[in-house]
């Protein structure tokens, strides 16, 4: 099964090595959002990787479009923001958070 629900015709290239692709056409109101490559994905404020996310509809904010990803086999549902970055909801957070390591000294 595929992530990708809107058809992808025009690329643009953006300053921060992101690759978004837009279905193009006289009405296209979702922009470069319908496939983004190499996105960086934001927990926190921090940039925890990059991978292609896809957009799952139409924005529903000025600033916001509902995305998706997989992240280490899990499906990571948040949004794009106006910069092209991917911001996971709040409940997805524990997906990139990695669990030390139990201290080999106790």
């Known amino acids: 099964m595929s992530l990708q629900k809107f058809r992808t015709t025009e690329r643009r290239e953006f300053s921060n090595g992101v690759v978004g692709w837009a279905p193009g056409g006289p009405m296209d109101c979702l922009g470069p959002y319908a496939k983004v490559q190499n996105c960086p ?18 924005a529903d904010t000025y600033w916001s479009v509902p995305a998706c990803t997989r992240w280490k086999g899990k499906y990571v549902s948040g ?3 106006d ?18 390591l139990p201290d080999p000294t106790l």
Not at 51 to 57: F, P
Not at 83 to 100: A, I, L, W
């Open 41 to 58: 994905i934001i927990v926190d404020g921090v940039e925890v990787g990059r991978r292609t996310c896809y957009a799952t509809g139409y």
């Open 79 to 81: 949004y794009f923001t």
């Open 83 to 100: 910069n092209v970055v991917f911001h996971p909801y709040d409940r997805y957070k524990e997906v990139f958070t990695t669990t030390p």
